[in-house]
């Protein structure tokens, strides 16, 4: 089945403590991207991926880092988490550039205590 | 750049009546525009597309949007509201040469009435 998975689909956890968040597509999608949701703001691009090795800033980075050095797998990673990054992210793929559908993930809610 | 506003954070309507959402969008080129559905504890799931070729865009569930230039809108429609169709609803908009930026709006939340 074409799916995009994310674990884990939820965490609690403490200010500045690392963590990480696992995206993995199995449709070998070229672009890849991570959002965070929020009420009353809908989706922000916190970053996204056109390839292998290829990542760059959307429109909230601050506090987060991602990689991809495989094409299936772009985790997102919070290096010291902050309660105002308490939010519901989403992992998303797609073969190509736009008009190209979207897919999304399941989510991850976040709680930083 | 772009941007898309949602008008009304929330609607409802009784089972069987006419759904409309609002949307309207900005960008100084030819946009893409795009309607996604979210169901509690769910991620998003694309409704419909406008892509240029047609102007009246039919998605799934009975769901319809209408490209209108001169108004800068993409309203989402159905007919006739079912029980299942009370989720989230997100108009998001991008364009060819941004190709990794995809605007969404803020949301409406659909509720149905029995």
Known sequence: EAQVTQNPRYLITVTGKKLTVTCSQNMNHEYMSWYRQDPGLGLRQIYYSMNVEVTDKGDVPEGYKVSRKEKRNFPLILESPSPNQTSLYFCASRREAPPDTQYFGPGTRLTVL | AQSVTQLGS???????????????????????????????????????????????????????????????????????????????YFCAVTTYSSASKIIFGSGTRLSIRP
């Open chain 2, 10 to 88: 929330h609607v409802s309507v009784s089972e069987g009546a006419l759904v409309l959402l609002r949307c309207n969008y900005s960008s100084s080129v030819p946009p893409y525009l795009f309607w996604y559905v979210q169901y509690p504890n769910q991620g998003l799931q694309l409704l419909l597309k406008y892509t240029s070729a047609a102007t009246l865009v039919k998605g799934i569930n009975g769901f319809e949007a209408e490209f209108k230039k001169s108004e800068t809108s993409f309203h989402l429609t159905k007919p006739s509201a079912h029980m299942s169709d009370a989720a989230e």
